[in-house]
């Protein structure tokens, strides 16, 4: 802690360089459909961006590249990165049209590209904003200087901010804001993130009856209803405005890639099974229930469920991760912050090339998508994997001091 002390600032400031770097000589396809959705909102199809590609022609290039189901996620995943792109809008003209019509011009061309810091800026500005509001959650100042640089040199960060340019990390910003909203006892104002949270990615709805039970078992029902009131009214109201939109519907809100949390399961007839993270959802409420864990806590569990018994995409454990370094820190438990981040990697690494070495730029050709990792059917990665779990349950256990 005293090393930590003395060089913090420099650390800091370390940290920050290697994520503008890094977001310069790293490329990863995904963030094309931010890039593509901001321009169709920027041109002004605010609330109907969702069926541009679904109404061009089928000789239309667009329409071959991407297909119908581009745009995946819900409105704010778009419309937040859309903000930050418009003033660079009129100067970007050449790299929108590279990205959006031939990615592999870049990284054929380039070892880096600067034009990719824009592009990444709204998830760099939220990782940042982290970074703010971590040490809020300690008493201690080197505590919350332990969490700033824990946050700033995670690889799960550094590949979500930085690499791959993903919106996972705004949601992560989002839960730690309703997190800070808890710890001061305001209810409906966390309840208001957690929804953000939820037109992000829709994970944050699973979260906000779990609020709702905390507040009754210390206000009753009324103040239950108040509690999440606001946030259910949050994403009724920001969602309304996309209900019109067919592609939108079919691809977004109905999607079946929100089906992936409940397929693992255990199976009690031949048609029917009963899904893991309905059992360990149902624990967290009733431990919330009979108070043995903080919100805070049980948020957090709530979201490693989502993790332990879905199909794994790596940017997803950054949901978890200030919740992570919160609880290692102020609980003295290190080695969850450590060996779950050492699983994660493992799994990681089990990728294919294009969600890590083939990220960069310089590597981007002689490692091709097609190479599979060495250790993708290791069993090294299948324990890591059941580790997410075994720590579920540990977490669930454990009596914290």
């Keep these: 802690m005293e090393i930590i002390k003395k060089n913090f600032k420099t650390l800091l400031v370390v940290g920050i360089v290697l994520q503008v770097f890094i977001s310069i000589i790293t490329y990863h396809p995904d963030i094309r459909a931010f890039v593509l959705a901001s321009k169709f909102i920027n041109q002004g199809e605010v609330f109907t961006f969702y069926d541009h590609v679904s109404k061009l022609p089928s000789g239309d290039k667009i329409k071959q590249i991407y297909g119908d189901d581009i745009f995946i996620y819900p409105p704010l995943a778009y419309l937040i990165p859309a903000f930050f792109y418009a003033p660079f ?9 590279e990205i959006i019509y031939n990615d592999s011009a870049i990284y054929t061309r380039n070892a880096y590209y ?18 703010f509001l971590l040490p809020k959650f300690f008493d201690k100042i080197e505590h919350g200087q332990l969490a700033q640089l824990f946050w700033l040199f ?3 960060n550094l590949l979500v901010s930085s690499g791959m340019g993903q919106v996972d990390v705004i949601l992560a910003l989002f839960l730690l804001t309703a997190f800070f909203y808890i710890k001061k006892h305001s209810f409906p104002a966390a309840s208001i993130f957690i929804a953000l949270s939820a037109l992000i990615k829709p994970v944050g709805l699973a979260l906000l009856p779990l609020i709702a039970i905390s507040a009754y078992r210390k206000n009753g029902l009324r103040n239950a209803i108040l509690s999440i009131l606001p946030g259910v009214t949050a994403w009724v109201v920001l969602i309304f405005p996309f209900l019109l939109s067919p592609a939108f519907r079919m691809y977004a809100l109905f999607a079946a890639h929100t089906a992936k949390t409940t397929y693992a399961g255990i199976a009690i007839s031949g048609a029917v099974s009963i899904p893991w993270f309905f059992i360990f959802y149902s624990l967290i409420a009733l431990y919330l229930f009979e108070e043995k864990i903080t919100l805070i806590k049980g948020l957090g569990l709530a979201t490693l469920s989502v993790l332990a018994f879905n199909h794994f995409h790596p940017q997803w454990f950054l949901w978890f991760m200030p919740f992570l370094i919160i609880y290692s820190i102020s609980k003295n438990k290190l080695f969850l912050f450590f060996t779950l981040t050492i699983s994660w990697v ?17 590597f981007k050709e ?36």
């Design 346 to 362: 493992l799994i990681w690494l089990s990728f294919d090339p294009s969600l890590h070495a083939g990220m960069i730029l310089s």
């Design 114 to 131: 600067p034009a990719f810091l824009i592009f990444k800026l709204p998830f760099i500005l939220a990782s940042l904003l982290i970074l």
């Design 89 to 97: 809008s009129g100067f970007l003209s050449t790299p929108y049209e």
């Design 154 to 156: 995670s690889p799960v």
């Design 366 to 401: 002689s490692l091709p998508p097609t190479l599979a990792s060495p250790i993708s059917a290791s069993s090294l990665v299948l324990l890591a994997r059941a580790y997410l779990a075994a720590s579920l349950v540990y977490l669930l256990q454990v009596k914290d001091d």
